[in-house]
């Protein structure tokens, strides 16, 4: 199984950012889709989901409006798109699939390697 983010780098606030993750070794089109961030000496949060066939996305509540998760089932990949970053949004995101439409990191069953959003003010 493997999950790889990418799409990460220096953004200066008020831009975009577009993520993407491909995966492989899995049955996409079975899990649910996640997405979560990670910042320096903080907690793992989570940010959005997308359901099997993307009929359900949710999202935390700072980034309602904001963000948007979408899925490709054709091509494996899931992507993030953020809008408006803002300086507190720096972290290392990271996609994630699990069995259940859920916000828990512990809920996830597959992880991937995260990648770097850094956004400055």
């Known amino acids: 199984v493997q999950l790889q983010a990418s799409g990460g780098g220096l953004v200066q606030a008020g831009n975009s950012l577009r993520l993407s993750c491909t995966t492989s070794?899995?049955?996409?089109?079975?899990?649910?889709m996640a997405w979560f961030r990670q910042a320096r000496g903080k907690e793992r949060e989570f940010v959005g989901a997308?359901?099997?066939?993307?009929?359900?996305?949710t999202y935390t509540d700072s980034v309602k409006g904001r963000f948007t998760v979408s899925r490709d089932n054709a091509k494996n990949t899931v992507s993030l798109q953020m809008n408006s970053l803002r300086p507190d949004e720096t972290a290392v995101y990271y996609c994630a699939a699990a069995k259940i439409h859920s916000r828990r990191a512990g809920d996830m069953n597959y992880w991937g390697k995260g990648t770097q959003v850094t956004v400055s003010s």
């Open positions: 070794g899995f049955t996409f089109s079975n899990y649910v």
């Open positions: 997308i359901g099997r066939s993307s009929s359900i996305a």
